[in-house]
Structures are given as structure tokens and as C-alpha cells.
Antibody
Framework: QVQLVESGGGVAQPGRSLRLSCAAS????????MHWVRQAPDKGLEGVAI????????YYLDSLKGRFTISRDNSKNTLFLQIHSLRAEDTAVYYC????????????????WGQGTLVTVSS | QSVLTQPPSLSAAPGQKVTISCSGS????????VSWYQKVPGTAPKLLIY???ERPSGIPDRFSGSKSGTSATLGITGLQTGDEADYYC???????????FGGGTKLTVL
């Protein structure tokens, strides 16, 4: 069965960096695009970043460009999200999710989600 | 402010039908497929509808989706107390080149 397990969250100080990981199993990881979506406390879902199946195409929420980097290691079935210069507003649960569609071509959705990892930015 | 607009809350009685709207523009809903998610606090989102009106396996046919122009709708019939959750629509936005979601609708079944 498809499983996505996030890790790397925790409490971090403003200005520091953090790398989140998502270990995938139960499907051919290298065949699928992958998404990061976050939910801040008492807020809605927010699309953070998307990476194509082969890692060559990446999309980011405009306000996060330059601080967030999505990447993947298909040999290790693992998705990453590097966050630099952490801010209080980055406090959220970060979910990784499988994206079966080709977003820019019309079909953009997430069919399987991890349980999420909580990032808290606080001094 | 979210790119996609949903009503913040709705309520209905068990057994009734409810529709949740999602309004966008030509750069998103007007030209791209819409998906819908159920989100219970403390759990991961669950895909209910993809490509406007397709249900993943295991999702009951009480849930349906439709799209017209720059708006989409999620319908839920035969409401159950277990349907109490937050519901989100999502799509792609070509102007932003980003994945966008609605602000969410809190459904209360009373």
C-alpha cells in the first residue's frame, strides 16, 4: 500500500534552516510528481511546492521562492523540502503528497498524503 | 486571501444534501480540473473528487463534483455525522504557476 512518511520537523529559531524529508513506499516513486502542502494553525491548506517525476521541473508558491527548495532522490524514494531563513509564519504542519496528474497540463491533485510533520518557528 | 473562494461554513441536518461552492477565475478553475478534499483536524487531507467529477476508489457516491465556467461544486447527499469536517477545493493557477486551494468550508452536521 502507498505510504508517505514525513520527518525533520520540530522547533527551530527564526533565521535558521530546516530540511524536511518524506520517505515513500508502496509505489514506483520515480513515476510520480510530488507535492508539499502546508497548513498553519487555524488556517487553510497552502500549496508550497511541486516537483516533477524526474526532478527537472519545479514550482513554488511565489511568496516562498528563494527560501524553499524542493528536491528528490529517486534512488532512495525520498522527497525533500529545504527551508532557509525560517520565519514565524512558516509555522505549520507540512504534508508531502503524491501528485498523479500533470499540473501545468490541466490535472493537478494529490491522491495520497503523509501524516504531516510539524514545524514550529520560535525563539 | 485565497485565490479560490469558498463559503467559510455550512450546516445541515443528518440525511440532508449540501453543496459547497468554489469560485475562481479563467487562470485557474476556468481552464483546469478541480479536486476536493475532506480534512478532519489532526489528520491528513483525504481526496474525495479529482478531475472535476471523478471519485477515487473507496469514496462513496454520496460525494459528487461538478464544474461550470469558473466555479465548481461539491455535493454531499445523505449527510452523516461522520461527514463533519473541513472541505477544500484545489486546482492549478497558470498566472501564479502554483497549486492553489480554497480557504476551506467547515461543515457541521447537526
Amino acid at each position: 500500500q502507498v505510504q508517505l512518511v514525513e520527518s525533520g520537523g520540530g522547533v527551530a529559531q527564526p533565521g535558521r534552516s530546516l530540511r524536511l524529508s518524506c520517505a515513500a513506499s508502496g509505489f514506483t516513486f520515480s513515476n510520480y510528481g510530488m507535492h508539499w502542502v502546508r497548513q498553519a494553525p487555524d488556517k487553510g491548506l497552502e500549496g508550497v511546492a511541486i516537483i516533477s517525476y524526474d526532478g527537472t521541473t519545479k514550482y513554488y508558491l511565489d511568496s516562498l521562492k528563494g527560501r524553499f527548495t524542493i528536491s528528490r532522490d529517486n534512488s532512495k524514494n525520498t522527497l525533500f523540502l529545504q527551508i532557509h531563513s525560517l520565519r514565524a509564519e512558516d509555522t505549520a504542519v507540512y504534508y508531502c503528497a503524491r501528485g498523479p496528474g500533470f499540473c501545468s497540463r490541466g490535472s493537478c491533485y494529490e491522491d495520497y498524503w503523509g501524516q504531516g510533520t510539524l514545524v514550529t518557528v520560535s525563539s | 486571501q485565497s485565490v479560490l473562494t469558498q463559503p467559510p461554513s455550512l450546516s445541515a441536518a443528518p440525511g440532508q444534501k449540501v453543496t459547497i461552492s468554489c469560485s475562481g477565475s479563467s487562470s485557474n478553475i476556468g481552464n483546469y480540473y478541480v479536486s476536493w478534499y475532506q480534512k478532519v483536524p489532526g489528520t491528513a487531507p483525504k481526496l474525495l473528487i479529482y478531475d472535476n467529477n471523478e471519485r477515487p476508489s473507496g469514496i462513496p457516491d454520496r460525494f459528487s463534483g461538478s464544474k461550470s465556467g469558473t466555479s465548481a461544486t461539491l455535493g454531499i447527499t445523505g449527510l452523516q455525522t461522520g461527514d463533519e469536517a473541513d472541505y477544500y477545493c484545489g486546482t492549478w493557477d497558470s498566472s501564479l504557476s502554483a497549486r492553489v486551494f480554497g480557504g476551506g468550508t467547515k461543515l457541521t452536521v447537526l
